[in-house]
């Protein structure tokens, strides 16, 4: 496979947004964490209506002040677990394209596993939840200011650029910037509208495939796009 450079371009995590002091220190990290864990299984058993820094703070088993160290309000707790866990989608998105550069046979692979496993890392951090809860997914979502979806939706986007720029396959093309703008859209428009609506598709196979089949159509070479579309393991 063709190797390229790492991109100047890529995107890095962000610092959590409206702290009161930026965790550097391992025990600092590891107290937000266990807030994190504790909010979300509040949010999952008793919604957002029974989410407040009270009964974080006394499921962590930390005082309110320990909590108002880091999280001024129960909005800036939700927005940095939210922040938090777009990271981790972004930096799963960075690993796997990495595992990929490793493989001698990358060119061999079926290219439709390339796209489905993407989707699945997408699908897990947006709308199904890995790492945090569905519940926190979605009030991460009806939280968000504009502008902060739209910088989510780029940096997804970003990352989208890097995997094809780095990863050579001959059924699948480099995409356009608009192919690029409306694949970005179309799949993170569509997981934060199954979140948002609680949809029964959410963790479906069906959902799955069209966003598969969304990505294909608009990535595989001519004579490529008409072939029928697999739902194998990624192997």
Not at 18 to 39: D, E, Y
Not at 56 to 78: D, R
Request: hydrophobic share 45%; proline share 6%.
């Amino acid at each position: 496979m063709a190797m390229a450079k790492p991109s100047k371009t890529t995107p890095q995590p962000q610092a959590l947004p409206s702290l009161r002091r930026q965790p550097s220190q391992a025990r600092a990290q590891q107290t937000m964490q266990t807030l994190f864990k504790a909010a979300a299984q509040i949010l999952d058993k008793e919604g957002e209506a029974g989410l407040t820094t009270n009964k974080v703070a006394a499921a962590a088993g930390f005082s309110i002040g320990t909590l108002y160290q880091y999280f001024p309000s129960k909005e800036v707790l939700v927005r940095a677990m939210a922040a938090k866990g777009q990271d981790m989608v972004l930096q799963a998105l960075e690993q796997y394209l990495a595992a990929l550069e490793l493989r001698p046979d990358v060119a061999q692979m079926d290219p439709q596993d390339f796209l489905r496993q993407a989707m699945k890392i997408l699908l897990q951090g947006f709308a199904t939840g890995k790492g945090f809860s569905q519940s926190l997914i979605r009030l991460g979502w009806l939280m968000e200011q504009p502008q902060e979806t739209a910088s989510v939706v780029r940096q997804v986007a970003d990352r989208l650029a890097i995997f094809f720029e780095r990863i050579n396959h001959p059924a699948l093309k480099s995409p356009s910037p608009a192919q690029l703008f409306v694949l970005s859209r179309s799949v993170i428009g569509t997981l934060r509208s199954a979140s948002l609506e609680k949809s029964p598709l959410l963790g479906s196979a069906a959902l799955e495939d069209a966003l598969v089949q969304v990505a294909w159509a608009l990535l595989a070479r001519p004579g490529q796009a008409g072939l029928a579309l697999g739902a194998r393991p990624i192997r």
